[in-house]
Nanobody, 129 residues
Framework: VQLQASGGGLVQPGGSLRLSCAFS????????IGWFRQAPGKEREWLTC????????YYTDSVKGRFTISKDNAKNAVYLQMNSLKPEDTAVYYC???????????????????????WGQGTLVTVSS
């Protein structure tokens, strides 16, 4: 099982960036994919999750309306579209996978990092003028 996040970089405040998470070694239908981030000196923070069935998505309040998670099963990839970026969005961003065999809503706590069995390496996002 592998996940690999990419697409980070330097962006100005108010700008946009799209992160990608390429995954392999598992059937995406049975895994939820989440995005987390960790800023220097801070704890890892959950951002969003998409269920294995693609039926449901979840967002933390701080990114709701600005970030959008999506999945392309044909490309084995999950994306995080980030708009209206702020300096406080600066962090290393990670994608992770958690077992999910449900058809509609996941049955685990999407915000808990220990619910996710597999992690990719991070990609750095810097929001600065």
């Amino acid at each position: 099982v592998q996940l690999q996040a990419s697409g980070g970089g330097l962006v100005q405040p108010g700008g946009s960036l799209r992160l990608s998470c390429a995954f392999s070694g598992f059937t995406s239908r049975y895994f939820a994919i989440g995005w987390f981030r960790q800023a220097p000196g801070k704890e890892r923070e959950w951002l969003t999750c998409i269920s294995g069935s693609d039926y449901s998505t979840y967002y933390t309040d701080s990114v709701k309306g600005r970030f959008t998670i999506s999945k392309d099963n044909a490309k084995n990839a999950v994306y995080l579209q980030m708009n209206s970026l702020k300096p406080e969005d600066t962090a290393v961003y990670y994608c992770a996978a958690a077992v999910d065999t449900t058809s509609y809503y996941v049955d685990f706590d999407v915000f808990r990092h220990d619910e996710y069995e597999y992690w990719g390496q991070g990609t750095l996002v810097t929001v600065s003028s």
